[in-house]
Each structure stands twice: as C-alpha cells, then as structure tokens.
C-alpha cells in the first residue's frame, strides 16, 4: 500500500499513456454517416486541432497581404498613376499634330496627284518544309501555282515583312526569305526617311546598305518597306535598327533587327493583290491644299478693250477726247476727215493731201494707212476750226 501511495501520480501517468497506445494499436474506426466511408479516430482527433489553427495562420496571411495591397502598395501606384496621366496628355499632343500632318499630307498627295498602294487580297499559307541548306533561307509552303501564287508576291506576317515568293510549283511553292544572301528589298527609315537597300548576310543577320557615312542613324529607328522595289508595299514593317558601324566605301553598315521571327515561321500570308489608288483630297478639312495654293497664286491683270488697236482717221486716239455738242449742234460727233464733205469747207482735207505728196484728190487705202500716225497728231486741229465756225449762223450761209 506504501508503494501505490507513494507512485500513484506515476502509476496514473504511465495507465494513461498505455491507454493512448492501446487506442493507436486497436486503431479504431469511426463511421461518418455523410460519406458512407470509415475514418481513423486518430485522424479525427489531429484534424480537429489543427484546423483553427490552419485558419488563424491564413487569416492572418490574407489581411497582412491585403495591407500590403491596399496600403503599401498604393503608395507606389499613385507616383505610377501621375507618370501614366503626363505620358497621356504628351500622346494626346502628338496625336493632334500626327493628325493635322496626316491631313496635310493627303491634301498634297492629292495635289501633287500620287499613287497609294493597298493590299487588297491576301492568301494564308502554312509552312511545310525548309531548304535544308544553312546558307540558303528558302522554306516552303503549301500554296501553289493551282491556288494563284506567282513569283515575286509579297510574303508577310502579322508582325512585318517576310520575304518574296521565289519558285512557284503545283501544289507549292518556295519563299525567299529577306536574311538571305540572295535577296533584296527597299526601305526607308522612318524618322529620318533615308532610303536604302535591305539584304541578308551569309550569317543569317539583316543589313541595309547604301546610305551614306555622313548620315546619322540612331539604334532603335524602324524600318519601313518604300515601296521602290515594285515588290512589296510602302510602309509595312521591316524592324528595327540594332547597330551602326562605319562599312565600305563611304557606306554605312546598318544591322536590323527583323519584325518577324523569320526562325520559327509557322502560317505566313501570301499578298496575291495590290491596288493603286489615286489619292483622293480630303473634303473634310477647313481648305483643301490646292485652294490654298490657288490663293497664294498672283492674278493675271484684265486687257483692255482698246489695247492693241491702232489709231484711224476716222476714230479717236486714246487719250483725246472727241469734242460733243448738244442741241443743234450735235452734228459733228464724227471725225474731221470723213465729215468734211458735209461741213463744206476744204480745211479739213488738208491732212489727207498733205500726207500723200503730189496727191489732189482723195487719199487711198495704202495712203491712209501710212499717214495714220502723223493723221493721229493733225487731227486736233481741223476738229477746232469746223466747230468754230458753227457757233455763228453767218458762217453757215457763206458758201450758199
């Protein structure tokens, strides 16, 4: 009895753990009436106490990590937010000033009376084999000359420039790509709007030649199609410009970047037709560039009436003024020299004779006109002396 009084909290101890065992060893199973299936009791026992506590830890992880978001996190997004509104308005600025020269270059292509080229018609093809050459970069695709593929049409992506159809066969046909050795293309710069020549190199790498080594080109510049080849379009993308080193023979050597992935070239589109369009002038603008120009043009002054004519006998001269009457004396409204036979005086045959060395009568046609000038100067004169007489009715009865 001294032993059991003196290790009992012992003997309860080590009576509870045996218990436990027993209970792991018999490993008796519970029956949930939900899922028809049996559960461990040990099971249930674990996952009771540590399910709270799986649900503090994610509590406490989901509110830390919304503090984060929502606070912290903000912090930044507002200097971000400020960045993005000042990109906005200097793109809404460019946008206007792209649009207005948009606009003035319509007008002046229309003036000018150029030709747009557009891409009408297009063919999807697939690609279906390579050259199997390292040096030569000519895959092929399923399109052929039974689907209306032709040498020389434009093989493009959605994201640039591929290359050019270079043999056409049946039921297929093979493409040239632009990193061959063999091939060419005209482009421009964008910014810069130099022009020159696209081609491959052996390497597999994309240069543009011919321009000069005076030129500045700087890296990151796109390339665009000029449309000078007859091949491609104007204005598909080519690339970009990755490097610029001084070549041969005052040129520069212009390393680009392809647009497309020109490796790994799965379905391509096949340009079948383009359509040249003449430019039309845009109707919605405030003026139209050639009524501008119009405008700026100077007037051609309005000929006279009279310029050009050559003074007569029988007409007044510009500059002098026919002498009129009025009431009675309306009569002489006609030059001297024809009115004299009705005035009745020999005066104003004078000029005429005088004219015609040797003449009595009558001056003729030939006559006339070789005095008309020195006729123009005498005129004044004779007109006076008949009019003089008219004021005083005795002259009228002298020849009566």
């Known amino acids: 009895m001294d032993v059991l009084g003196r290790y009992r909290n012992l003997i309860v101890l080590v009576g509870v753990l045996f218990a436990q065992v027993l209970g792991l060893a018999v490993q008796v199973n519970v029956k949930r009436p939900t899922d028809g299936g049996s559960t461990r009791l040990i099971r249930v026992w674990a996952v009771g106490a540590v399910t709270p506590l799986e649900k503090v830890l994610v509590w406490t992880q989901t509110s830390a990590g919304n503090i984060w978001h929502?606070?912290?996190?903000?912090?930044?997004?507002?200097?971000?937010?400020?960045?993005?509104?000042?990109?906005?308005?200097?793109?809404?600025?460019?946008?206007?000033?792209?649009?207005?020269?948009?606009?003035?270059?319509?007008?002046?292509?229309?003036?000018?009376?150029?030709?747009?080229?557009?891409?009408?018609?297009?063919?999807?093809?697939?690609?279906?084999?390579?050259?199997?050459?390292?040096?030569?970069?000519?895959?092929?695709?399923?399109?052929?000359?039974?689907?209306?593929?032709?040498?020389?049409?434009?093989?493009?992506?959605?994201?640039?420039?591929?290359?050019?159809?270079?043999?056409?066969?049946?039921?297929?046909?093979?493409?040239?790509?632009?990193?061959?050795?063999?091939?060419?293309?005209?482009?421009?710069?964008?910014?810069?709007?130099?022009?020159?020549?696209?081609?491959?190199?052996?390497?597999?790498?994309?240069?543009?030649?011919?321009?000069?080594s005076d030129e500045t080109v700087p890296a990151g510049e796109v390339v665009l199609t000029s449309g000078g080849d007859g091949i491609f379009p104007k204005g598909l993308p080519v690339g970009r410009v990755t490097k610029v080193a001084p070549g041969n023979d005052l040129f520069l050597n212009i390393h680009v970047r392809p647009s497309a992935n020109l490796s790994k070239l799965e379905e391509v589109l096949v340009v079948t037709k383009i359509d040249e369009r003449q430019a039309q002038p845009d109707r919605t603008g405030a003026a139209r560039a050639v009524d501008i120009l119009a405008e700026r043009l100077p007037g051609v002054p309005s000929k006279p009436e009279n310029d050009g004519k050559a003074a007569t006998p029988g007409t007044a001269t510009p500059g002098t003024a026919a002498p009129t009457t009025t009431g009675s004396d309306a009569k002489p409204k006609a030059a001297p020299p024809q009115a004299s036979a009705s005035n009745g005086t020999p005066v104003v045959k004078k000029p005429a004779n005088a004219a015609v060395p040797g003449g009595t009568g009558p001056a003729n046609s030939s006559a006339i006109k070789a005095a008309a000038p020195d006729a123009a100067k005498i005129v004044p004169k004779p007109v006076k002396a008949v009019v003089e007489p008219k004021s005083q009715p005795a002259a009228e009865d002298a020849p009566h």
């Open 70 to 212: 929502n606070y912290f996190y903000l912090r930044g997004v507002r200097g971000e937010n400020r960045a993005l509104k000042q990109q906005i308005e200097r793109m809404t600025l460019e946008q206007v000033r792209m649009s207005q020269d948009a606009d003035q270059a319509r007008r002046l292509q229309a003036l000018l009376g150029f030709k747009e080229q557009f891409i009408s018609q297009t063919m999807a093809a697939q690609v279906i084999g390579s050259s199997g050459s390292d040096s030569s970069r000519a895959p092929y695709i399923d399109k052929g000359e039974k689907d209306g593929i032709k040498p020389d049409m434009a093989v493009i992506t959605a994201d640039g420039v591929v290359g050019k159809v270079l043999r056409v066969y049946g039921s297929s046909s093979q493409v040239l790509l632009i990193n061959d050795q063999t091939s060419g293309a005209g482009v421009i710069l964008d910014k810069s709007r130099l022009q020159g020549i696209l081609r491959g190199t052996p390497s597999g790498e994309v240069v543009i030649e011919k321009v000069m």
